[in-house]
């Protein structure tokens, strides 16, 4: 009797997540909303990411969701190069349903490791990735792989009158590529398992009241492409990987991939960001993807903020995290509220010389400080 009560409740949770995820395909837009904590690209640290939400705000000792109406916007990049991305999922998912409850709302946006991790690009995935997804079966499941793979390999080199056989040295080599856990990561993400349905409901882009959220950034060739077919065209891509080369998924300039928001010339682009809040109506962009390593950062006189600070240990960059609070922006630089400026190189300074006061000395925000001020030297 209570295994099939937990058989209903599974069910039961599973439908209501996947309405939840049908609604989030559906919407990219939010106005009225009075408070928003962004966090910049996590890849697999599930402590800091706890450590952050928990200095924001909205979730509580027990990471159950204490943010009332506020909306969590993750900027993508859960996945890669961190041993738990598995578990920040599970733990984005649980506070989806527990923030609409409280009429608050997370979103979870595409990053451009979401989407290498469905279409198969592993370069940077960890052996404690795949590890998460491991368990008692993962030997007789890779061995089940290895077989079908072995037989197909057989009948395509019988096909063109060859002959295929997988010695020792060669099967040694395909498990070292393919560790314990590979099948089901790989299916966990496919077009039928769980964290890829997830991920393809979401958007690459969305818009808070006058703030555009996007994990790499909008370039010249996306200005005039409204939020809504960008959103369309990243799904589709992902769910049909036929259409990806010459997509905007794996494009350099796409929303997933372009950094020249974060590290181009100011005065080069600057018409070009003027023209993109027009288009979307907006009059900020938060950007992911190009960590500062230092703290969030505003460019283009705050018009674009710079949100990924390199939060897991394997960039080493601070715990911090993007407050937006009734149209005002600031930072949370280890558990401290700081404004963000809007213009001018000394109020700028003066920012990144209060968020460094509050870093281990000597600060890393110290070598930023130093190059500004050589620009204010008279020549």
């Not at 198969?120 to 089940?144: I, N």
């Not at 080599?173 to 993400?189: Q, T």
């Not at 109020?347 to 001020?373: C, G, H, R, T, W």
């Amino acid at each position: 009797m209570a295994r099939s009560a937990r058989r209903i409740m599974t069910l039961w949770v599973s439908i209501l997540l996947l309405c939840s995820w049908t609604a989030a395909a559906a919407d990219f837009s939010w106005s009225g909303v009075d408070r928003i904590v962004a966090v910049g690209d996590i890849h697999g640290d599930y402590d800091q990411y706890v450590a952050v939400l928990r200095s924001a705000g909205v979730i509580n000792k027990n990471a159950n969701w204490n943010g009332g109406r506020t909306h969590l916007v993750q900027l993508g990049d859960i996945a890669d190069r961190g041993p738990s991305p598995r578990k920040i999922m599970d733990l984005l998912m649980k506070l989806e349903l527990q923030a609409e409850r409280a009429k608050g709302k997370v979103h979870a946006l595409i990053g451009n490791h979401e989407a290498m991790n469905i279409y198969g690009d592993l370069r940077y995935t960890t052996p404690e990735e795949f590890k998460e997804f491991a368990g008692d079966g993962s030997s007789a499941v890779r061995q089940a792989y290895y077989k079908q793979l072995v037989g197909e390999l057989k009948k395509q080199a019988e096909a063109t009158g060859q002959t295929f056989a997988a010695d020792d040295a060669w099967r040694m080599k395909w498990e070292s590529e393919h560790p314990l856990g590979w099948v089901e990561h790989r299916f966990a993400y496919g077009p039928n398992g769980s964290y890829g349905q997830w991920i393809r409901s979401h958007n690459a882009i969305i818009i808070i009241d006058d703030t555009l959220f996007v994990h790499g950034g909008i370039g010249p060739k996306y200005a005039d492409i409204p939020a809504g077919l960008i959103n369309d065209k990243v799904r589709q891509e992902l769910a049909d990987f036929t259409l990806l080369n010459g997509g905007l998924t794996m494009d350099p300039d796409g929303p997933l991939w372009y950094r020249g928001l974060a590290d181009g010339d100011e005065q080069q682009l600057a018409g070009h960001v003027d023209t993109v809040l027009k288009n979307f109506g907006v009059r900020r962009i938060v950007v992911g993807h190009t960590p500062t390593l230092t703290a969030i950062i505003p460019r283009f006189e705050g018009k674009v903020i710079r949100a990924d600070v390199g939060l897991s240990k394997y960039y080493g960059g601070p715990p911090a995290c993007l407050l937006i609070e009734h149209g005002r922006p600031y930072a949370l630089h280890r558990g401290n509220k700081l404004e963000i400026p809007t213009d001018g190189v000394e109020d700028l300074l003066k920012y990144l010389n209060a968020a460094s006061a509050f870093d281990p000395q000597p600060s890393p925000i110290a070598k930023v400080i130093e190059a500004m001020q050589k620009t204010l030297q008279p020549k």
